[in-house]
């Protein structure tokens, strides 16, 4: 089991109403693959202990690691982290966690990833990975939302800014105006691009509620891609 390490906090980014992402310091940190995860630790001073396991959204860079954290109403640590943990304070974290749902900057094969939400955190780390290491690999992301509120990393992700991965907003609630589809789940016709590869040599990445994921993972295959390359985190 991997150790417990001590981490500070050092920044902490608004993304949505509920969600945020947060930067600690580490200093003993080994680094870490894009799309693993932590589990962090809180402890009260009467020995009582909670833990929770956060994404982690950005490569490894030095001793620093960015998580993203949605807080649950009425939950016992999310609400705590999301909002009230001060800057300067420490937790523990330890990992860092999961060897399949990671892709690697060295990888060739084209990728499609397929956010719902805060699903969109680890797979930020992988087109973050993708885009420092100005890999050829062809990437593209299809980010599902209630409503542009909820869109996390908007600016990052919006394509004046990131040229490397073909990215796609599906709106289920509520579009902006001027949006050409209508508000509802995803659809096979989504999943399509001008440019497609061969199904089966892409390897898709699905991350989201574990509905969301049944059903884009359902997607996938009715679609034509292997089910083999395929894989999925959820959460909820």
Known sequence: MSAWWR????????QSPTGRTLRFEVPEWPGHLAGQHVDVRLSAGDGYQAVRSYSLAAPAL??????????VPGGEVSP???HDLPVG????????????????????????????GCGIVPLMAMIRTHRLAESAAPMRLLYSVRDPD???????????????????????????????????RITADDLLSAERPASGSVLCFVC????????????????GYASERIRTERFG
């Open 89 to 116: 304070a420490e937790v523990e974290v330890r990992g860092p966690l999961g060897g399949w749902f990671v892709w690697r900057a060295e990888q060739k094969d084209p990728v499609l990833l397929v956010a719902g």
């Open 7 to 14: 981490a500070r906090l050092v920044g902490r980014d608004e």
């Open 208 to 223: 989201g509620p574990t509905g969301f994921v049944e059903h884009a993972a359902d997607l996938l295959v009715r679609s």
């Open 150 to 184: 909820q869109v996390w990393y908007r600016d990052e992700l919006a394509p004046a800014a990131d040229s490397s991965t073909d990215s796609r907003i599906a709106y289920t609630r509520r579009a902006p105006a001027g949006s050409s589809r209508i508000p509802g």
């Open 62 to 71: 030095g001793t620093g690691i960015e998580l993203g954290v949605q807080a």
């Open 80 to 82: 705590y982290l999301a």
